[in-house]
């Protein structure tokens, strides 16, 4: 079955720029998608087919993926943009398959 | 402004049943496709099932493959998940989403029900 793997945590400091990893077998001839989870929250779409993001999702985030990797990208990283974010990615074995989550400390 | 309300949730036995229900209104909801995806406690989030816009494609993790069955009925703009034999383990919130075909992302979530299996 296949896989998507992300670190568990990433910090970054006010202002700074936020990278978060998804990792899988030839990624980047698939799509990824990134959610972000507030706790208590549902998940919101924030990067739909690598690099798009939905009405409503602030610029500073941006997506790429090539190869094995896609990852995730928050610019001028805000106090409010603290949360889990999963990558996912669709897969003819597995259909919809999730990253584990990576919590971003903003600190 | 579209809306996702899950219901049905709640605590059941080993072995038993629940029907949990997704009612959707402000979209063309017979023009999507349908997820549920569910999130253990202090876990991350794992896709259940999806239901293609028209009921003819289904697929189902191999976690619940045989005991949890999805449906829709797209005269009253809702998705369903039958469980059954349920487990410890299928203990989680578990969100409806919507996406626009296979492929897509999951566009609009639900709010999650709690589904607890215990004795």
């Known amino acids: 079955s296949y896989e998507l793997t992300q670190p568990p945590s990433v910090s970054v400091s006010p202002g700074q720029t936020a990278s978060i990893t998804c990792s899988g077998d030839?990624?980047?001839?698939?799509?990824a998608y990134w959610y972000r989870q507030m706790p208590g929250q549902s998940p919101v779409l924030v990067i739909y087919?690598?690099?798009k993001r939905p009405s409503g999702i602030p610029e500073r985030f941006s997506g790429s993926n090539s190869g094995n990797t896609a990852t995730l990208t928050i610019s001028g990283t805000q106090a409010m943009d603290e949360a889990d974010y999963y990558c996912?990615?669709?897969?003819?074995?597995?259909?919809?398959?999730f990253g584990g989550g990576t919590k971003l400390t903003v600190l | 402004q579209v809306q996702l309300v899950e219901s049905g949730g709640g605590l059941v036995k080993p072995g038993g049943s629940l029907r949990l229900s997704c009612a959707a209104s402000?979209?063309?909801?017979?023009?999507?496709?349908m997820s549920w995806i569910r999130q253990a406690p202090g876990k991350g989030l794992e896709w259940v099932s999806y239901?293609?816009?028209?009921?003819?494609?289904?697929n189902y993790a191999d976690s619940v493959k045989g005991r949890f069955t999805i449906s829709r009925d797209n005269a009253k703009n809702s998705v369903y998940l039958q469980m059954n034999s349920l487990r410890a383990e299928d203990t989680a919130v578990y969100y409806c989403?919507?996406?626009?075909?296979?492929?897509?992302?999951?566009?609009?979530w639900g709010q999650g029900i709690l589904v607890t299996v215990s004795s």
């Open positions: 030839k990624l980047g001839d698939k799509y």
């Open positions: 239901i293609s816009s028209g009921s003819t494609y289904t």
């Open positions: 402000g979209f063309s909801f017979s023009d999507y496709y």
């Open positions: 989403a919507s996406h626009s075909g296979y492929d897509s992302g999951l566009d609009y």
């Open positions: 087919q690598d690099t």
């Open positions: 996912q990615a669709w897969d003819s074995s597995t259909d919809v398959v």
